[in-house]
């Protein structure tokens, strides 16, 4: 998932069609120069 550091005052969400909650696991971030951030996640097996 990439997260891009602007403040938007509506629109969709980008989950808005999961039925179920999913356990995820931050398995690493990749911070780029123009602010930009890479979330990698995996699935948490707990």
């Known amino acids: 998932m990439m997260v891009n550091p602007v403040l938007l005052g509506g629109g969709e ?17 990749i911070t780029f120069r123009n602010g930009n951030v890479l979330l990698c996640y995996t699935p948490d097996a707990r």
Do not use: N, Q, W
């Open 13 to 29: 969400s980008l989950f808005a069609g999961l039925a179920d909650r999913f356990a995820l696991r931050l398995a690493r971030t």
